[in-house]
T-cell receptor
Framework: ETGVTQTPRHLVMGMTNKKSLKCEQHLGHNAMYWYKQSAKKPLELMFVYSLEERVENNSVPSRFSPECPNSSHLFLHLHTLQPEDSALYLC????????????????FGPGTRLLVL | QKEVEQNSGPLSVPEGAIASLNCTYSDRGSQSFFWYRQYSGKSPELIMSIYSNGDKEDGRFTAQLNKASQYVSLLIRDSQPSDSATYLCAVYGGSQGNLIFGKGTKLSVKP
């Protein structure tokens, strides 16, 4: 595996379900990110982890719960989601977290297309 | 509120022409600028980074940055149908420090 991988690629869940999204980066990066991409809207940053420590939480509802057990893996735990949470969820990584040295480019995984019924 | 503005398009150009994509940003303290290409149903792919005023060329792509005008652009020379995608401009805010994305410009290259 190379780059950033995400599983599953597609997910359909009911509002009462609990599911988890997984992301793994093979780039030796120290920072990882979760983004949400909805139609007609720009990418929305959800969470930032730097060296396994959460450093950013952009007012995301508590029904989204991130976990970063090490610098290569990132999870997004989902529970009691709403239909408006249906979107493409993207994981990204960068060499360092964004505030270091003016910002580093981020590399994205393929995303998980989530549909909440 | 830090903003990145792009014309949503679609921008339609004939094959072989130069496609010009523009982006303006509101945070004068922004330091780093990126262009991503996103094919329909796929994730964003980094194609250019630019950090200082002027032009940066990479193959058929040229990024142009003018910090005084708070403007960054992407030129695609000899456009190909395979360049048809949405192009996202992303800017690192100065004080806020987050990577802010524009909504993207949809480019269509007609054979």
């Amino acid at each position: 595996e190379t780059g950033v991988t995400q599983t599953p690629r597609h997910l359909v869940m009911g509002m009462t379900n609990k599911k988890s999204l997984k992301c793994e980066q093979h780039l030796g990066h120290n920072a990882m990110y979760w983004y949400k991409q909805s139609a007609k809207k720009p990418l929305e940053l959800m969470f930032v982890y730097s060296l396994e420590e959460r450093v950013e939480n952009n007012s995301v509802p508590s029904r989204f719960s991130p976990e970063c057990p090490n610098s290569s893996h990132l999870f997004l735990h989902l529970h009691t989601l709403q239909p408006e949470d249906s979107a493409l969820y993207l994981c990204a990584s960068s060499q360092e977290a964004h505030w270091v040295a003016g910002g580093r480019p981020q590399y994205f995984g393929p995303g998980t297309r989530l549909l909440v019924l | 509120q830090k903003e990145v503005e792009q014309n949503s398009g679609p921008l339609s150009v004939p094959e072989g022409a130069i496609a010009s994509l523009n982006c303006t940003y509101s945070d004068r303290g922004s330091q780093s600028f990126f262009w991503y290409r996103q094919y329909s149903g796929k994730s964003p792919e980094l194609i250019m980074s630019i950090y200082s005023n002027g032009d940066k060329e990479d193959g058929r792509f040229t990024a142009q940055l003018n910090k005084a005008s708070q403007y960054v652009s992407l030129l695609i020379r000899d456009s190909q149908p395979s360049d048809s995608a949405t192009y996202l401009c992303a800017v690192y805010g100065g004080s806020q420090g987050n990577l802010i994305f524009g909504k993207g410009t949809k480019l269509s290259v007609k054979p």
